[in-house]
């Protein structure tokens, strides 16, 4: 029997709750019928503003405008992001640095940077300069605002129609903008950013300030840099006085400063002008009459030879200077005078053998470029060759290109296995297959050679060795499964490299160890250097001493600390397993008569970099083959060209001075003593008529004497001191 006070309570939930439903009910019935009305009013306004044919067409089209051009501009503006980001607030005084650069013995090599005293005002800059220049390279520079769609469309059309007479499409605002920001790579986000920039700058400064900066900046050739430093150099003589054939043959140099160089090729130089004036007549600068006087009596060049200019190599160091004076290591001193480890010998030499190598064997291995840096082993740069050809383009491949190594990065991986006491010279290794996970290295012949030295695996450039090493070290670390332990490896192989000087991020896949991280070759030969110097760590440098316009020296790089990377037993084994490589494996072209040689080859997938990374006890060497598209080459390995080329360049750079031993190797029964001694001469190199290098060096120092003499003004016995030696300090000691 039921309660009559529970049956009352169910009841009344039962009622509320219908009571509830039908109030939500009646609302939302209530509010839907309130907003068809009120949809239906606002349907009945916006008639009056309904429009219907062409106008509606407008309209809509009118509107997705407005949308796709929103869109647009959101999408600009995070492309525009990374070109920005070169900028500064005060970019245009970080360009106003002003170095000049002096060779080792205390001769200037060069200059980088505007000087604050800059030569010419554009109201000096003669007319048929400017004239020359705005008809050739950017005819409509004071109309359109920095990026010409005209001019472009115009430059395609013309190049399409052959004649061998080419123009190009960027402004003279947008190459501004790749020679103060940007390099040469050629790359989508470098024309992207090249094209943000040229907008920038024409918002930041006038026409006459970019057409000034263009004229003062621009490469042209000879390492030159500038219309002035250009008509000296060519015809010796200041700007405002040089001829209209004169004006036409520097204009031409500014898009090819290489190819049209008067020094190197007259003919190309002077066919170049005669488009040049023709290009004035077409834009009405000139009539086909003024310009028949200049036609018939073209431009004549002073004599020149062709110099080497080490352009990479002062590229790179004035880029380091910048990076130190942002850093206000130089307090507000914006003229500099820069003492550097360049040995023009060696960088003649370096240039030579490059240049002739890829002129002689490019066309049969499918090779266009290749790089080289040569380090003393405290990591003193003493040459550097950045490409096949400076004037052609401008990007540094020593430094600024990052390639697969291959197995030249195998020493990192056995310096990491040898410090980390897991194994010797002598340790019995077994290249056997390896596999983690899904990934299977195949050795170069692909075959396997059982049980052998770790010192042989060197030699051979066996790939399952390093993989093996990786899994090792991590199981060294406690860690049981395989796969875990390469990973916990290559994360200490990585440690090493960074420790010893690669400076790049190396991506983490299990086929590290035998080089598919990517790296550059200034960080190579530096890391390298370890293993020539003893174990301690060699950051590449280009200022010896940085003095101010009084004289005052305000850097030493005597006075940086230096950082012990690696102990001295790891070193000697290094050197005495890198030694073998040359004397019995891959890097056998190399060798040099009676001097020790350790280094390492490396070859990449496909055949598309191609390294050979070597030294002695005085100097460290790394030399890249391949090309910039990353197109595969005809076979080429690291033991062939490099190695050769590696060999040449050393081979010039030893002539004549005290050998030092590589570390380590006096040990009895490790590998023969080297005992200091002098080099052999090449006969070769010093048959009739030719010095040895040391001959050279001291010649090259009393000339950079007598310069200085010149320069100042002063006689002899005012220069020289007590004991015959330079009272200035300029002239070092060969």
Same mark, same amino acid.
């Given at each position: 029997m039921r309660l009559p006070n529970a049956t009352s309570l169910t009841t009344r939930i039962k009622r509320a709750a219908l009571a509830f439903d039908a109030w939500v009910n009646a609302g939302l019935y209530d509010s839907g019928r309130s907003a068809a009305e009120t949809y239906e009013r606002f349907q009945e306004r916006m008639n009056v503003f309904a429009v219907r044919g062409w106008k509606r067409v407008a309209l809509d089209a009118t509107s997705e405008a407005v949308t796709l051009g929103t869109g647009g501009a959101v999408l600009m503006l995070a492309l525009a992001q990374s070109a920005f980001h070169l900028t500064s607030d005060n970019w245009l005084k970080t360009q106003d640095l002003a170095v000049t650069f002096l060779d080792r013995y205390g001769t200037e090599v060069g200059r980088r940077g505007i000087k604050h005293d800059d030569s010419l005002k554009l109201d000096d800059f003669p007319d048929i300069m400017i004239k020359a220049l705005v008809s050739t390279e950017d005819r409509r520079f004071y109309e359109h605002w920095g990026i010409d769609p005209i001019g472009t469309a115009r430059a395609l059309v013309s190049n399409s129609r052959g004649g061998g007479n080419t123009q190009g499409g960027s402004s003279i605002t947008q190459q501004l903008a790749k020679n103060l920001f940007l390099t040469n790579e050629r790359s989508l986000e470098r024309k992207i950013n090249e094209a943000f920039l040229a907008l920038w700058l024409e918002s930041h400064l006038s026409k006459n300030e970019i057409l000034k900066l263009y004229l003062d900046r621009a490469y042209m050739g000879g390492g030159t840099f500038g219309a002035v430093a250009a008509a000296d150099y060519y015809f010796g003589k200041p700007l405002k006085d040089i001829s209209l054939a004169e004006a036409a043959m520097l204009a031409g140099l500014f898009k090819a400063p290489t190819k049209y160089a008067p020094h190197v090729n007259l003919p190309a130089a002077r066919a170049r002008a005669v488009d040049v004036l023709h290009n004035m007549v077409e834009a009405g600068f000139l009539t086909e009459g003024q310009i028949q006087t200049a036609l018939r009596n073209p431009a004549t060049p002073v004599t020149r030879t062709r110099d080497i200019t080490a352009d990479y190599y002062l590229d790179w160091a004035f880029g380091e200077i910048k990076g130190m004076a942002d850093a206000g290591r130089f307090r507000n001193d914006r003229v500099l005078t820069v003492k550097t480890p360049l040995d023009l010998t060696i960088q003649r030499r370096a240039d030579e053998v490059v240049q002739n190598t890829l002129r002689r064997y490019g066309d049969q291995y499918d090779v266009d470029e290749a790089a080289m840096v040569i380090l003393d082993p405290d990591g003193a740069l003493r040459a550097m060759v950045g490409g096949a050809d400076y004037g052609e383009s401008q990007f540094?491949?020593?430094?600024?290109?990052?390639?697969?190594?291959?197995?030249?990065?195998?020493?990192?991986?056995?310096? =990491?296995?040898?410090?980390?006491? &897991?194994?010797?010279?002598?340790?019995?290794?077994?290249?056997?297959?390896?596999?983690?996970?899904?990934?299977?290295?195949?050795?170069?012949?692909?075959?396997?050679?059982?049980?052998?030295?770790?010192?042989?695996?060197?030699?051979?450039? /066996?790939?399952?060795?390093? /993989?093996?090493?990786?899994? =090792? &070290?991590?199981?060294?670390?406690?860690?049981?499964?395989?796969?875990?332990?390469?990973?916990?490896?290559?994360?200490? +192989?990585?440690?090493?490299?960074?420790?010893?000087?690669?400076?790049?991020? $190396?991506?983490?896949?299990?086929? $590290?160890? +035998?080089?598919? %991280? @990517?790296?550059?070759?200034?960080?190579?030969?530096?890391?390298?250097?370890?293993?020539?110097?003893?174990?301690?760590?060699?950051?590449?440098?280009?200022?010896?001493?940085?003095?101010?316009?009084?004289?005052?020296?305000?850097?030493?790089?005597?006075? @940086?600390?230096?950082?012990?990377?690696?102990?001295?037993?790891?070193?000697?084994?290094?050197?005495?397993? $890198?030694?073998?490589?040359? @004397?019995?494996?891959?890097?056998?072209?190399?060798? $040099?008569?009676?001097?020790?040689?350790?280094?390492?080859?490396?070859?990449?997938?496909?055949?598309?970099?191609?390294?050979?990374?070597?030294?002695?006890?005085?100097?460290?060497?790394?030399?890249?083959?391949?090309?910039?598209?990353?197109?595969?080459?005809?076979?080429?390995?690291?033991?062939?060209?490099?190695?050769?080329?590696?060999?040449?360049?050393? @081979?010039?750079?030893?002539?004549? +001075?005290?050998?030092?031993?590589?570390?380590?190797?006096?040990?009895?029964?490790?590998?023969?003593?080297?005992?200091?001694?002098?080099?052999?001469?090449?006969? %070769?190199?010093? =048959?009739?008529?030719?010095?040895?290098?040391?001959?050279?060096?001291?010649?090259?120092?009393?000339?950079? &004497?007598?310069?200085? +003499?010149?320069a100042s003004g002063a006689r002899p016995a005012d220069i020289v001191a007590e004991g015959g030696r330079p009272a200035n300090g300029r002239v070092a000691t060969p």
């Open positions: 540094n491949r020593a430094t600024d290109a990052q390639r697969q190594p291959g197995s030249s990065f195998k020493p990192y991986v056995y310096a =990491a296995g040898l410090a980390a006491g &897991l194994y010797r010279p002598d340790t019995r290794v077994v290249d056997r297959p390896v596999c983690i996970g899904n990934w299977c290295p195949q050795n170069y012949g692909r075959s396997f050679s059982g049980a052998t030295t770790l010192t042989v695996a060197v030699a051979k450039s /066996i790939n399952t060795i390093p /993989i093996q090493i990786s899994i =090792a &070290l991590g199981k060294a670390m406690g860690i049981t499964h395989e796969a875990n332990a390469a990973k916990a490896g290559r994360a200490k +192989i990585v440690e090493m490299a960074h420790r010893m000087g690669i400076t790049t991020p $190396l991506t983490d896949t299990p086929s $590290l160890p +035998i080089g598919s %991280a @990517e790296v550059n070759v200034i960080d190579q030969a530096a890391a390298y250097a370890v293993f020539a110097n003893g174990g301690r760590k060699a950051k590449p440098y280009a200022a010896m001493e940085v003095k101010n316009s009084s004289g005052e020296v305000l850097y030493r790089h005597a006075d @940086e600390k230096i950082e012990q990377v690696l102990s001295t037993q790891v070193v000697a084994d290094m050197n005495y397993m $890198l030694t073998k490589v040359v @004397e019995e494996g891959t890097g056998k072209r190399a060798q $040099l008569e009676g001097i020790k040689v350790a280094g390492k080859s490396g070859t990449t997938n496909a055949y598309r970099d191609a390294w050979f990374v070597a030294y002695t006890g005085n100097y460290v060497g790394a030399v890249w083959f391949g090309n910039d598209d990353h197109t595969s080459t005809n076979k080429m390995t690291g033991g062939s060209l490099p190695a050769m080329t590696w060999h040449d360049v050393m @081979e010039t750079a030893h002539q004549g +001075i005290e050998l030092k031993p590589m570390p380590g190797l006096k040990e009895v029964g490790r590998a023969v003593a080297q005992a200091p001694t002098v080099a052999p001469v090449n006969p %070769a190199a010093s =048959a009739a008529g030719k010095l040895s290098r040391r001959s050279f060096e001291v010649i090259g120092g009393v000339n950079g &004497l007598f310069r200085t +003499i010149e």
